[in-house]
């Protein structure tokens, strides 16, 4: 196939830490036909601190609820060759996709060791800093604040770590990185630019200015609840999420792949203007 060519593409690995339990807890709620928002727990911030019915209200939310990872603060450092220092100042959203990168590729058959100076491209989609946010607000600095606050790094990192040596970006899109980022991993396997791509997403809620800022702007409901399409809706509840997805150029392998990734597209409309 030449270079650019839209060849097959296969899903062949994934992982994800969704809401609920942090290993089958999305899972076990959707069986039980339960959704997984919650009120703001403890772990995050005092909701109690920053509520206030009234919309308007300098420096506080209405909305109480949405979806959080349970035990999103847990990370084995070690795993990755980590110093206990360096991981604490990480972002727990570079934390959380070396975990899930790491299950995606045992997922699609392929342990860490083997998949060292490989031709893989490592393609995320990142739009919240509350991380930035609160490590800037303080003033323990050390040698590893500027990668651990740093987007950029949240890609970069993974390829570091396992050894990469494709194409490596983060982007941000606001609500459409992720795909922003499937579009870009799916065009590098098509230009030849990698052999093999994890596209990745990651968003987790640690800070509270999102929230009040939100709430200003009456995007968030009430109830912690969204309803899509429906005549009832008031707004929309924030959730967490860090999902990633192993692609390859389809092959005659006997494995099966859990689905194939066909085409991508972007458009960004805009009026046209002449002048004279």
């Known amino acids: 196939?030449?270079?650019?060519?839209?060849?097959?593409?296969?899903?062949?690995?994934?992982?994800?830490?969704?809401?609920?339990?942090?290993?089958?807890?999305f899972w076990q709620d959707l069986s039980h036909k339960k959704d997984s928002v919650i009120e703001v727990p403890f772990t995050r911030w005092d909701i109690d601190a920053y509520?206030?019915?009234?919309p308007d209200a300098p420096g506080k939310t209405y909305a109480r609820h949405g979806g959080f990872?349970?035990?999103?603060?847990?990370?084995?450092?070690?795993?990755?060759?980590?110093?206990?220092?360096?991981?604490?100042?990480?972002?727990?959203?570079?934390?959380?996709?070396?975990?899930?990168?790491?299950?995606?590729?045992?997922?699609?058959g392929r342990e860490k060791a083997e998949l060292m100076g490989e031709n893989v491209g490592v393609f995320?989609?990142?739009?919240?800093?509350?991380?930035?946010?609160l490590t800037s607000a303080g003033s323990s600095f050390s040698t590893y604040t500027g990668t651990g606050i740093s987007a950029s790094i949240?890609?970069?990192?993974?390829?570091?770590?396992?050894?990469?040596?494709g194409p490596s970006l983060t982007c941000d899109t606001a609500c459409s990185s992720s795909l922003v980022a499937a579009d870009a991993g799916l065009s590098s396997i098509h230009r030849r630019t990698a052999e093999m791509a994890l596209i990745a997403g990651t968003n987790l809620?640690?800070?509270?200015?999102?929230?009040v800022s939100f709430s200003k702007a009456r995007m968030l409901g009430e109830d912690g609840r969204c309803k899509t399409f429906d005549a009832t809706a008031n707004g929309y509840c924030r959730g967490e999420g860090v999902g990633g997805v192993v692609i390859t150029p389809s092959s005659d392998e006997t494995v099966a792949p859990f689905a194939m990734l066909r085409a991508t597209a972007l458009n960004q409309r805009s009026e046209e203007r002449r002048v004279g």
């Open 124 to 133: 995320v989609g990142q739009c919240q800093y509350d991380w930035f946010v």
């Open 51 to 54: 509520f206030d019915s009234d």
């Open 69 to 108: 990872i349970d035990g999103a603060e847990l990370f084995d450092a070690n795993c990755f060759s980590l110093s206990s220092a360096e991981a604490g100042a990480m972002d727990p959203q570079q934390r959380m996709l070396l975990e899930v990168a790491h299950t995606a590729f045992i997922s699609a």
């Open 1 to 25: 196939a030449s270079a650019g060519e839209r060849i097959p593409v296969d899903i062949k690995g994934l992982a994800n830490f969704f809401p609920g339990g942090r290993n089958e807890g």
């Open 154 to 165: 949240t890609a970069n990192r993974a390829s570091y770590i396992f050894g990469f040596k």
């Open 205 to 211: 809620i640690l800070g509270t200015a999102p929230y």
